[in-house]
Antibody
Framework: QVTLRESGPALVKPTQTLTLTCTFSGFSLSTSGMCVSWIRQPPGKALEWLARIDWDDDKYYSTSLKTRLTISKDTSKNQVVLTMTNMDPVDTATYYC?????????????WGQGTLVTVSS | EIVLTQSPGTLSLSPGERATLSCRASQSVSSSYLAWYQQKPGQAPRLLIYGASSRATGIPDRFSGSGSGTDFTLTISRLEPEDFAVYYCQQYGSSRFGQGTRLEIK
């Protein structure tokens, strides 16, 4: 059974760095074709893909946010970590981690429940 | 970058009716790299369709996807009460999502 769970601070101040951890079970991110992404959703708005890390440690970032994002994995701990620098109130959103459905493409069949991050002083 | 435009923004229908949701890409989507998700309030999205027309495991056959190139459609043949939600398309070559279509009860 595949599960993912996001953890991190619920409140961050403007200009601070956000660190979110996705802890998963039921699969290994060292398996060929696996991937995990971070996707966010501001309140009442659409989904926005942020970053992806593949089984072979290839990393991909949203063009508009790439200067602020870093994604990494710890295969031994079954975790994927996202850091986002210079947080702003517009970054207030629910942040999801999600696993690729299978090895055929970057669509997401498994999602965490999401964690709401509010950026406010 | 590819931009996905979903229409209509809101669709008001009754249970038992047929729903047709559109997703149009600003440029051709290679190899039908198009997925559809359903999201209910307070929940994470659920994958419905990938590869433009393949249903994910456990998705009822009243959900179907079609299209190619720049125009894609999600069809729900007969709406059940649990189908009223927000639907997103995703072009997974670029990982971009559309802005969503809200399907509401009329």
């Amino acid at each position: 059974q595949v599960t993912l769970r996001e953890s991190g601070p619920a409140l961050v101040k403007p200009t601070q760095t956000l660190t979110l951890t996705c802890t998963f079970s039921g699969f290994s991110l060292s398996t060929s074709g696996m991937c995990v992404s971070w996707i966010r959703q501001p309140p009442g708005k659409a989904l926005e893909w942020l970053a992806r890390i593949d089984w072979d440690d290839d990393k991909y970032y949203s063009t508009s946010l790439k200067t602020r994002l870093t994604i990494s994995k710890d295969t031994s701990k079954n975790q994927v970590v996202l850091t986002m620098t210079n947080m702003d109130p517009v970054d207030t959103a629910t942040y999801y981690c999600a696993r690729c459905y299978d090895s055929s493409g970057y669509y997401y069949g498994y999602w965490g429940q999401g964690t709401l991050v509010t950026v406010s002083s | 970058e590819i931009v996905l435009t979903q229409s209509p923004g809101t669709l008001s229908l009754s249970p038992g009716e047929r729903a047709t949701l559109s997703c149009r890409a600003s440029q051709s989507v290679s190899s039908s790299y198009l997925a559809w998700y359903q999201q209910k309030p307070g929940q994470a999205p659920r994958l419905l369709i990938y590869g433009a027309s393949s249903r994910a495991t456990g998705i009822p056959d009243r959900f179907s996807g079609s299209g190619s190139g720049t125009d894609f459609t999600l069809t729900i043949s007969r709406l059940e009460p649990e189908d009223f939600a927000v639907y997103y398309c995703q072009q997974y070559g670029s990982s971009r999502f559309g802005q969503g279509t809200r399907l509401e009860i009329k």
